[in-house]
């Protein structure tokens, strides 16, 4: 079992720069692998990126490669979303997610623990 919370987030003019963090509590944090997901209102849940269990491995989803970077910290349980350029189409609640099965990274259906999401608002 794992407990994901995801912290940092706000409001920031477009162009600004925020880090979130999702801190997992719980046993073998580090053999999950971590997705970021956000989901606008009335939109679905979207893929951001993705950082395998040892971080060794990242993937991004085309709207945000080369203005998001994923890291993580197996020592503190913690896992990172750096973002920088912000544009205001980035406005969403932003989740964390852990995962130890197979399967596409880029689907929420292949998550097995989620948090509870925090708010990111980017005003243009």
């Known amino acids: 079992q794992v407990h994901l919370e995801e912290s940092g987030g706000g409001l920031v003019q477009a162009g600004g720069s925020l880090r979130l963090s999702c801190t997992a509590s719980g046993r073998g944090f580090e053999d999950f692998a971590m997705g970021w997901f956000r989901q606008a209102p009335g939109k679905e849940r979207e893929y951001v990126g993705y950082?395998?269990?040892?971080?060794?491995?990242?993937d991004y989803a085309d709207s945000v490669k080369g203005r998001f970077t994923i890291t993580r910290d197996n020592t503190k349980n913690m896992v990172y979303l750096q973002m920088t350029n912000l544009k205001p189409e980035d406005t969403a609640v932003y989740y964390c997610g852990a995962r130890v099965g197979v399967g596409p990274p880029t689907s929420s259906r292949h998550y097995d623990y989620w948090g509870r999401g925090t708010q990111v608002t980017v005003s243009s």
């Open positions: 950082i395998s269990w040892s971080g060794g491995s990242t």
